[in-house]
């Protein structure tokens, strides 16, 4: 009797994704069409905003100070789910829908992290959620939260400074990716810092000991981020770039920018590796005898990922299992994995920890248990300040060949076309079942939150990144 109810609540909440798929992926492709950047969103929040409005959500707009965040929520009392959904894209990534580098409009944006199936799919589990529980009047809450600028690491770590997670018990989540897994590891944590210097200009050749050129200090602090590395743990990332480096060579520069990325394993580690940059930038303007200032654009912790909240992901993948590609899938996967630089398909999967394997495979087509559990991805995530908050779980699912490099053209290729719509399908139907066995059983969440608990102890508990007075960079309108 038991695997009867089961069986029909699993073909309630994935029948529902069956059977308005086409409107799902008519979603993701006008998202995929409008290629917004972070907190430039209008139209893709919008949409899935609207959408769920239309399911019956309540919404609410332009939390936490960014008018592309929003929270959907729908249902009354306890438990309280939450559902993460992104939709910004990458500068630089126009691209046709064809299996060879060919952009829509030279320099413009695409989406080459898979953003527009993200909140597509999140947003399709949770009204899939929402009317089994109406259908089987199961009391409980779901909100959806429309998070923007997740490429620039902005959205999230502001809405958390905010509170805006606090009123949910637990929060799930996943992102496209070439494989079917539960994300099982900790990411870096990591700053993004502009250094200003200011000088005095002169003429470069008639009298340039009237001048103090600030260009010279942002060198010179990044030869001294540069001695710096010696003394740092290998896991340590700085990366940066002069954004502004002064006019005409026969001018000394007054001003000049350095913008820098720390990231390292922990957050203390980022904020210990801060202020030693910070005392680098002190000499470079001793040294030119200029001035400095410094724009704290925006900073995140490593992830945290909730074993009790992944078992019901992955047991829930199970069920669901790998999307289902076709010949034609298979034939635009090969003609993508050919477009690839040599050696790049076993770079990605050896980097991501993926067993070799997959290596004989062009699209993925099985679930398979965590292959980076106590591992740390060598990106940042904003996902992981949720998880500082509230117990929180991914996954990810095949929408791309095995292989596809992150924020390539050929990942925007792969998730404007039916593999990344049928991973999105996927994600959706995992998402919807998930919430609902949390609706259903208060101790899975009791669980979830006992071991979030532990690991604060542990840790020291959530401080926001985020100077106080410090706001979103929301651009003027």
Not at 175 to 199: C, D, E, Q, R, T
């Amino acid at each position: 009797m038991a695997k009867i109810i089961e069986d029909l609540k699993t073909n309630s909440v994935t029948g529902w994704i069956d059977e308005h798929a086409q409107k799902l992926e008519h979603w993701s492709s006008e998202i995929w069409n409008y290629a917004e950047l972070g907190l430039h969103e209008f139209k893709s929040s919008k949409l899935l905003a609207e959408q769920l409005e239309n399911e019956g959500f309540t919404i609410e707009i332009g939390v936490a100070g960014m008018p592309t965040a929003f929270v959907a929520t729908w249902g009354t009392g306890g438990p309280v789910v939450g559902i993460l959904g992104e939709y910004d894209a990458l500068p630089g990534l126009s691209q046709k829908l064809v299996a060879k580098k060919e952009p829509v409009i030279e320099d413009a944006n695409g989406h080459g992290c898979g953003h527009n199936i993200y909140g597509v799919a999140a947003a399709g589990g949770a009204i899939a959620a929402k009317n089994y529980m109406e259908k089987e009047r199961i009391e409980g809450t779901i909100k959806f939260y429309g998070c923007p600028a997740e490429e620039t690491l902005v959205g999230k770590v502001f809405m958390a400074r905010e509170g805006v997670f606090n009123d949910a018990d637990v929060c799930l989540t996943w992102h496209p990716n070439s494989i079917n897994s539960l994300w099982a590891s900790s990411s870096l944590a990591m700053n993004s810092v502009k250094f200003n210097f200011y000088g005095k200009s002169a003429h470069a050749a008639a009298n340039p000991e009237t001048g103090c050129s600030a260009l010279k200090a942002a060198q010179l602090m990044d030869i001294g981020v540069n001695f710096l590395r010696e003394h740092l743990i290998d896991e340590i990332r700085i990366h940066s770039t002069i954004t502004n480096g002064g006019g005409g060579p026969n001018v000394v520069p007054d001003k000049s920018q350095i913008w820098y990325y720390i990231r390292a394993p922990h957050r203390s580690e980022v904020e210990e590796t801060y202020e030693k940059l910070i005392n680098i930038a002190k000499g470079a303007a001793l040294m030119t005898g200029t001035e400095y200032d410094i724009d704290f654009i925006t900073g995140c912790y490593e992830m945290l990922p909730n074993k009790v909240l992944g078992n019901v992901l992955f047991t829930n993948m199970e069920k669901v299992g790998a999307p289902s590609f076709d010949e034609g899938d298979i034939k635009l996967a090969e003609e993508l994995t050919e477009t690839f630089d040599k050696g790049m398909k076993e770079v990605v999967v050896k980097t991501s920890g993926a067993p070799s394997e997959l290596l004989k495979k062009v699209l993925h087509d099985e679930v398979i248990g965590p292959y980076d559990k106590g591992k740390c991805m060598s990106g940042s995530t904003d996902v992981a300040d949720v998880s500082w908050n509230i117990p929180t779980a991914q996954f990810t699912t095949a929408c791309a060949p095995i292989g596809t490099p992150g924020h390539s053209w050929q990942n925007v290729v792969s998730v404007g076309s039916t593999i990344g719509k049928k991973g999105m399908l996927s994600a959706a139907k995992i998402i919807g079942l998930s919430v609902v066995e949390l609706m259903e059983d208060d101790n899975i969440i009791a669980q979830a939150k006992e071991e979030f608990d532990a690991e604060m102890k542990q840790k020291g508990g959530y401080i926001s990144p985020l100077p106080e007075q410090l706001k979103p960079p929301v651009p003027a309108v």
